[in-house]
T-cell receptor, first 111, second 116 residues
Framework: GQNIDQPTEMTATEGAIVQINCTYQ??????LFWYQQHAGEAPTFLSY????GLEEKGRFSSFLSRSKGYSYLLLKELQMKDSASYLC????????????FGKGTSLLVTP | EAGVTQFPSHSVIEKGQTVTLRCDPI?????LYWYRRVMGKEIKFLLH????????ESGMPNNRFLAERTGGTYSTLKVQPAELEDSGVYFC??????????????FGSGTRLTVV
């Protein structure tokens, strides 16, 4: 099993940058995923990290440090539509393809 | 490409009744997963199909839950008899083989089950 911790809530201003952290403990790391979920909708895949470093995809970037059990999701040039829940999920080598999720971070973007 | 479709979107049933949830994965996706989110908790894995075979059902809570994927296309998850603690949002996800992670898993919008 593993613990996946992320902040419950964050607030940021439109146009700003926000970093959402995720820490995890696992016995056999096999990838970390970030998902965005708007209320009542499907979680939407944002990023996947399996090696250390930064993956950039437009306004969104995700960073991974396997030695520290740490990842962050960086959102730049925030827009109102970025208000959503952001889910960190880890896959373990010995649990097949199952994802283990954190509780999610609810991000509110204000004008 | 059509996404992952789940039916119904909402279901309210009485304790002791039976409910069947359906998931239609993306066409050609051999991997199909069921997850559940109970209020206030994280999304939790229930089980994983590869085509019609159950690859991993370690997350199924108890024997009141039965999942099938006949023919390796759509899947059903039956809860019989339903209990109050079964209330939550049931998500289905699919992914192609081989699973590299790069494309992620595509989730459906979920079925919100309320047991009263």
């Amino acid at each position: 099993g593993q613990n996946i911790d992320q902040p419950t809530e964050m607030t940021a201003t439109e146009g700003a940058i926000v970093q959402i952290n995720c820490t995890y403990q696992t016995s056999g790391f096999n990838g970390l995923f970030w998902y965005q979920q708007h209320a009542g909708e499907a979680p939407t895949f944002l990023s996947y990290n399996v090696l250390d470093g930064l993956e950039e995809k437009g306004r969104f970037s995700s960073f991974l440090s396997r030695s520290k059990g740490y990842s962050y999701l960086l959102l730049k040039e925030l827009q109102m539509k970025d208000s959503a829940s952001y889910l960190c999920a880890v896959r373990e080598r010995y649990s097949g393809y199952a994802l283990n999720f954190g509780k999610g971070t609810s991000l509110l973007v204000t004008p | 490409e059509a996404g992952v479709t789940q039916f119904p979107s909402h279901s309210v049933i009485e304790k002791g009744q039976t409910v069947t949830l359906r998931c239609d994965p993306i066409s050609g996706h051999d991997n199909l997963y069921w997850y559940r989110r109970v209020m206030g908790k994280e999304i939790k894995f229930l089980l994983h199909f590869v085509k019609e075979s159950k690859q991993d059902e370690s997350g199924m809570p108890n024997n009141r839950f039965l999942a099938e994927r006949t023919g390796g296309t759509y899947s059903t998850l039956k809860v019989q008899p339903a209990e109050l603690e079964d209330s939550g949002v049931y998500f289905c996800a699919s992914s192609p083989l081989p699973e590299t992670g790069r494309r992620g898993y595509t989730f459906g919008s979920g079925t919100r089950l309320t047991v009263v």
